[in-house]
């Protein structure tokens, strides 16, 4: 245990080349000498489904790669050297020896040709090679029934029925696998399904009240995901629904929710008054959001320390720009989550470091701890200071930590178990100001 506190303590993971999947890594050489010859342009927030799959099957097959981020337009502009070599500005990218490949079903095809090492497809001419073309149609008759129901108003019940005949067959073909994949061995299918499986589960409970996960309705995908959950590289860049469902809108132009939706709506936005309050449900297959390999309470509260504190600098400056005073960017973005050049309200930088060491120390002490300690949080009209105990106004810093609370996204910034601690001691902090300002 005390090892690994020590490790949590690293907000940056140390062997971020050789070890598991990681969203913070730029290098992944896996331990192999030499510069990699292989480059992926992915996006910066880890929202994309497509550039999902190709890190996947880069980090299953352990092929040496660097990574350079790009911004989605959903929430700021691309390099100008990037646009040049890809004039759609359309991510994924792969560059090999400085060619550019665009198109992420070409990308697989590539990257299995450059390593026939470690086939992530079945040998070419055989039946299996044939169910795998066949289950890759499905995945895409998969991706139509979903959008058809999660973006229209319309046709709730029929494109419902439709989206449930599609997972139907898709648990049935699992279901005709020897094992938990969709082929006799984890693969291409599988990498290709993934992305959208997440992302189907997070949007239809959070946009149609709908549970794909966690009702036995389909069994075998159950099994599936859970055997995905206990490989690192899926694991490693799993993301949670509260980023999905805030990230899928500006990709998608829009999802249109269901009124039998908002209970789920509100526990996965933490608005439903537990979610994302302490104590901290267990996550657990039963919960709203099943996670493998589970969480450790006192590990994740310091890993989200670790990244508050290693990165201070930047997050209390982000967190200022929903500071009154804070302004949203010169150029207007879609999505809610993101907008690099929104500007932050320096003029209270010195109260939000403050706060911000308050959550911090709560994380690193617990609440019970810090409430019994000689540092409470104390809050009172500007101003004002009483007895040495730092004061803090609460105007200020209540719409700053919450700016940030509903800011952090699984995995770019924490991994959710971490990620759920730190956006339930942001709210562990508001809520002790709120009341020692009277509900400011
Ligand atoms: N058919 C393409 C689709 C790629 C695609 O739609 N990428 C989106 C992101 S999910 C994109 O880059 N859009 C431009 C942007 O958002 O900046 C592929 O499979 O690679």
Redesign the pocket.
């Known amino acids: 245990m005390v090892e690994a506190k020590q490790a949590a303590l690293d907000a940056v993971p140390p062997p971020l080349e050789t070890g598991p999947a990681h969203s913070y890594a730029l290098r992944r050489t896996f331990g192999q000498p030499g510069e990699p010859k292989v480059k992926l342009y992915r ?1 910066h927030a880890a ?5 999902h ?2 890190v996947l099957q880069l980090e299953e097959k352990r092929i040496p790669y660097v990574i350079e981020k ?5 929430y700021g502009d ?1 390099p100008r050297e990037f646009m040049q070599k890809v004039p ?5 990218v792969l560059e090999v020896d400085g060619r550019i490949i ?6 697989q095809q590539v990257l299995e040709a450059l390593d026939p090492e470690t086939p992530m497809l079945p040998p070419e001419g055989s039946a299996e090679r044939a169910r795998a073309a066949e289950l890759m149609r499905l995945e895409r008759k998969l991706f139509s029934a979903w959008l058809q129901w999660l973006c229209n108003g319309w046709g709730h019940e029929s494109n419902k029925e439709t989206f449930k005949i599609v997972m139907g067959s898709i648990d049935a073909a699992l279901g005709e696998a020897p094992g938990p994949y969709f082929l006799s061995e984890f693969g291409l299918v599988d990498v290709t399904f993934a992305p959208f499986l997440e992302r189907i589960v997070s949007s239809l409970l959070y946009y149609k009240g709908f549970a794909v996960r966690g009702q036995g309705r389909w069994p075998n995908v159950e099994r599936w995901f859970e055997a995905m959950e206990a490989r690192p590289a899926y694991a490693g860049f799993k993301s949670d629904h509260y980023t999905h469902v805030h990230d899928l809108p500006p ?1 998608l132009g829009g999802c249109v929710s269901v009124p039998e939706a908002a209970p789920f709506a509100a526990a996965i936005d933490g608005s439903d008054g537990r979610s994302w309050r302490l104590p901290l449900e267990p996550l657990s297959a039963t919960s709203l959001e099943a996670h493998s390999p589970g969480e450790q309470p006192e590990i994740d509260r310091l890993q989200a320390a670790a990244r508050l504190v290693q990165n201070h600098e930047a997050v209390t400056k982000f967190a200022l720009r929903g500071a009154p005073g804070g302004k949203a960017g010169p150029r207007p973005v879609a999505a809610e989550l993101c907008d690099p050049t929104a500007v932050p309200a320096m003029e209270h930088l010195p109260a939000a470091d403050a706060a911000l060491r308050h959550v911090a120390h709560a994380l690193l002490e617990g609440v019970e701890a810090k409430q019994a300690g000689r540092a409470p949080l104390a809050a009172a009209p500007s101003g004002s200071a009483s007895n040495g105990v730092a004061v803090l106004d609460g105007a200020v810093v209540v719409p700053a930590m919450a700016y940030l609370r509903d800011r952090v996204c699984v995995p770019r910034d924490l991994k959710l178990p971490a990620a759920r601690q730190l956006r339930a001691h942001l709210n562990f902090a508001i809520d002790e100001l709120q009341q020692l300002t009277g509900g400011t």
């Open positions: 996006d929202w994309c489904p497509y550039c799959k190709i790009i911004n989605m337009r959903c691309k759609s500005g359309l991510l994924p665009t198109e992420s079903a070409v990308i990709q």
